[in-house]
């Protein structure tokens, strides 16, 4: 459930944000608990219990909050104390049922909604970024086939790090001159194969558990360890919100 500093702190950002109408505080209250039951659940909408109000007028409130990019704009709102001591970086792949195929041509196909074939079947990837704290900062979806290297600049970002940690996977030249380019000193490991190795701070990489960490937290709920929407605006709602939570605690 969620507790009454946590709604306190919710109902203050959706008041201010625009595009988001509140209406009736105990209503909007019972919609954002319902989204935890769902979250947690991985039930489908039609089975959302009664006391959290119709699933048809739910769903739909939280499609044009993903579409608003609301869920987004939350997250962002809430992660507004970061520890930038260091940035780690990590993947995780996200199976897919037959239920999140399906999207229609006029929204790109499977292609544009960050599906597709990995080794381990049909698959999203998510690329995520976390503070020194192991608190989530931003996400990236793709399809699950893609490496890891091609989404490290855009989680990097603007962000003024003293680190940025991440496994062998980050361990590209472009990648590295990026980050001492920019003050910053990576701590990732160099690839076996790599004709001139790199030194790195081994105590330092240990910090990388807290991605780790932070991965475990969300495959908790269950509409996080699978994904069952065919939108990726959708699933990246669910996993916004529940980055929510996680600041909020």
């Known amino acids: 459930m969620i507790t009454n500093e946590q709604w306190t702190k919710i109902v203050a950002f959706l008041r201010a944000c625009p595009g988001v109408y509140v209406g009736q505080e105990a209503r909007c209250r019972r919609f954002i608990e319902g989204l935890l039951w769902m979250a947690r659940s991985g039930a489908q909408w039609r089975?959302?219990?009664?006391?959290?109000?119709?699933w048809n007028s739910s769903y739909?409130?939280?499609?044009?909050?993903?579409?608003?990019?609301?869920?987004?704009?939350?997250?962002?709102?809430?992660?507004?104390?970061?520890?930038?001591?260091?940035?780690?970086?990590?993947s995780t792949i996200i199976r897919a049922p037959p239920c999140a195929a399906?999207?229609?041509?006029?929204?790109?196909?499977?292609a544009e909604q960050a599906l597709g074939r990995s080794r381990g079947g049909f698959s999203t990837k998510i690329h995520i970024g976390v503070d020194a704290l192991g608190n989530p900062l931003r996400f990236i979806l793709t399809a699950g086939?893609?490496?890891?290297?091609?989404?490290?600049?855009?989680l990097l970002a603007d962000d003024p790090v003293e680190y940025v940690i991440g496994d062998k996977s980050y361990d590209d030249n472009d990648f590295i001159r990026l980050i001492e380019s920019r003050g910053a000193v990576p701590v990732i490991p160099p690839r076996a194969?790599?004709?001139?190795?790199r030194d790195y701070d081994e105590h330092l990489y240990r910090e990388r558990h807290l991605i780790e960490c932070f991965i475990n937290k969300i495959k908790w709920y269950r509409r996080i360890f699978s994904r069952f929407e065919k939108l990726a605006n959708r699933y990246l709602g669910f996993l916004s919100f529940v980055a929510t939570l996680i600041w909020l605690r």
Do not use: S, V
């Open 47 to 54: 089975l959302l219990p009664k006391e959290y109000g119709r």
């Open 60 to 90: 739909k409130r939280f499609a044009r909050w993903c579409d608003k990019g609301i869920w987004e704009q939350m997250h962002q709102h809430f992660a507004d104390d970061p520890d930038m001591e260091a940035l780690i970086l990590d």
């Open 102 to 110: 399906g999207a229609l041509k006029k929204e790109g196909g499977q």
């Open 145 to 154: 086939q893609r490496h890891d290297i091609t989404q490290a600049d855009a």
């Open 193 to 197: 194969n790599r004709k001139e190795p």
